[in-house]
T-cell receptor, first 112, second 110 residues
Framework: DGGITQSPKYLFRKEGQNVTLSCEQN?????MYWYRQDPGQGLRLIYYSQIVNDFQKGDIAEGYSVSREKKESFPLTVTSAQKNPTAFYLCASSDRGLNEQYFGPGTRLTVT | GQNIDQPTEMTATEGAIVQINCTYQTSGFNGLFWYQQHAGEAPTFLSYNVLDGLEEKGRFSSFLSRSKGYSYLLLKELQMKDSASYLCAVLTDSWGKLQFGAGTQVVVTP
């Protein structure tokens, strides 16, 4: 079964801690993306990657970091520098930049 | 700057038709997507328009006018399961950079 997995579904952390959200896809897609969604707002792009070992900042990259060492994996680290980290985080992939993006189930991160 | 506007909420009766409008002003345009998102779940792809005109897919149709910066999603024969948020998103470059609107919450009543 091809798809995108994100784990865990719910994540709780204390303020000041870094946390890494996982995203894995077995769709053989080249491009992968990270979005953040806050209540009543649209998705905002954090980082995206078109190929392995390359990624670009999106609109709200401050306080986040990513890596793309393997085609299947695009983990996102939420650092302690991110001022408002509590949000719903969605990972997506597409086989090319111009095609539709497929989304994972999301991780709801709560930082207290 | 980037601006994508869509109504916050719409209510319609089961079996009826609803049209969700989306207007956009973006730095680039490589197509417009519509996604459906149920509460707490991932968005799922509904339609894609890159040329002017109407694209029909079963009960859902989407229209685009590039000169007017305008699109709409038409949902026909509404069902209760269509209650969800509908997201308009503009592809602003050829690398997959999507700019999303805030979403329109559609409530279907019996």
């Amino acid at each position: 079964d091809g798809g995108i997995t994100q784990s865990p579904k719910y994540l709780f952390r204390k303020e000041g801690q870094n946390v890494t959200l996982s995203c894995e896809q077995n769709l053989n897609h080249d491009a992968m993306y990270w979005y953040r969604q806050d209540p009543g707002q649209g998705l905002r792009l954090i980082y995206y990657s078109q190929i392995v070992n390359d990624f670009q900042k999106g609109d709200i990259a401050e306080g986040y970091s990513v890596s793309r060492e393997k085609k299947e994996s695009f983990p996102l680290t939420v650092t302690s520098a991110q001022k408002n980290p509590t949000a719903f985080y969605l990972c997506a992939s597409s086989d090319r930049g111009l095609n539709e993006q497929y989304f994972g189930p999301g991780t709801r991160l709560t930082v207290t | 700057g980037q601006n994508i506007d869509q109504p916050t909420e719409m209510t319609a009766t089961e079996g009826a038709i609803v049209q969700i409008n989306c207007t956009y002003q973006t730095s680039g345009f490589n197509g417009l997507f519509w996604y459906q998102q149920h509460a707490g779940e991932a968005p799922t792809f509904l339609s894609y328009n890159v040329l002017d005109g109407l694209e029909e897919k079963g009960r859902f149709s989407s229209f685009l006018s590039r000169s007017k910066g305008y699109s709409y999603l038409l949902l026909k024969e509404l069902q209760m399961k269509d209650s969800a948020s509908y997201l308009c998103a503009v592809l602003t470059d050829s690398w997959g950079k999507l700019q999303f609107g805030a979403g329109t919450q559609v409530v279907v009543t019996p």
